[in-house]
């Protein structure tokens, strides 16, 4: 209490008792690093339930979340600073490169390059990297998509969107790129539900000398069983257009659907 949430470490949400299941009704949890839920082998219930911040689930044996609620790490990924995917920064009066992660980010209107790819399409376990500044340093970029760890032994029913999205800029001359979509990572015995996935890249605005945006993050979905309610096309992995036409999108990042004990693979992109 009385501590600003950015000054805050890692979260950690241990039950009380052994129960059958817990159910969270009416929770809004927001934090700038990671949640943690310490509830081994329990059944839980999220229900008009929103969890900002990078996100670390393992170990339940089911999951519901219910359409009411909402996971997201958004904008929880690198700051700025030295980062692998890092876009390049931008003179006096250019912008810079859009970070890149799953996909390369955008030049910048000044062609200044975005960041490059890194990280496995297959594990998707690290933060989207910020974009480069702007205008020799001052301009600072946004950061990249944080990350969202789920493993349930059992059945997850996804109902939610779970996002992962770059963050979009606002300063609208000389300004640093955006960020890069961050990480969705979920193993699961069964996958079901109408719930979407989203780890794309932060927009840049219309205006003079404009960054570059974010390149598209990682979504990596492990399952044995799924239903006719989930539709992978409904996950969104993509490098946005700026609204400013001197400016184009950089490339989309990777998402994957993966049926175990089949060994199929279906892939969205990248």
């Known amino acids: 209490q009385g501590v600003d949430y950015s000054a805050c470490g890692n979260t950690t949400i241990r039950r009380l008792e052994t129960r059958t299941n817990y159910t969270i009704n ?5 934090s700038n690093n990671t949640l943690i839920f310490n509830v081994t082998s329990d059944d839980l219930i999220l229900n008009a339930t929103q969890l900002i911040g990078n996100l670390n689930l393992t170990a339940l044996t089911n999951l519901s979340l219910y359409s ?10 690198n700051p700025n600073g030295t980062f692998e995917g890092k876009g390049v920064n931008g003179g006096a009066s250019q912008g810079g490169g859009g970070g ?11 062609n200044i390059k975005g960041g490059q790819q890194y990280g496995d399409p297959f594990a998707p376990s690290l933060f989207g990297s910020p974009g480069g500044a702007g205008n020799n340093g001052p301009n600072l970029a946004t950061r990249g998509g944080g990350l969202v760890y789920l493993n349930i032994s ?6 939610v969107t779970i996002a992962a999205d770059g963050e979009t800029i606002s300063v609208i001359t000389n300004n640093g790129g955006a960020g890069s979509g961050g990480s969705i990572w979920i193993d699961t015995a069964n996958y079901y539900g109408t719930g979407k996935l989203s780890a794309i890249g932060g927009n840049t605005p219309n205006g003079a000398n404009i960054g570059g945006s974010g390149g598209g993050g990682r979504i990596a979905v492990y ?3 799924t239903n006719s309610e989930v539709a992978f096309n409904t996950t969104d992995i993509k490098s946005p ?5 001197t400016v184009t999108s950089g490339d989309p990042g990777t998402a994957v659907f993966i049926d175990k004990d089949d060994k199929n693979i279906y892939i969205v992109g990248g």
């Open 241 to 245: 257009e700026s609204p400013d036409p």
């Open 68 to 77: 009411t609620s909402f996971i997201n790490a958004s904008d929880k990924g």
């Open 154 to 159: 059992g059945t997850l029913w996804n109902n």
């Open 26 to 30: 009416n929770l809004y949890l927001l």
């Open 223 to 225: 399952y044995n069983t």
């Open 100 to 110: 890149g992660y799953g996909g390369i980010g955008a030049t910048s209107e000044n």
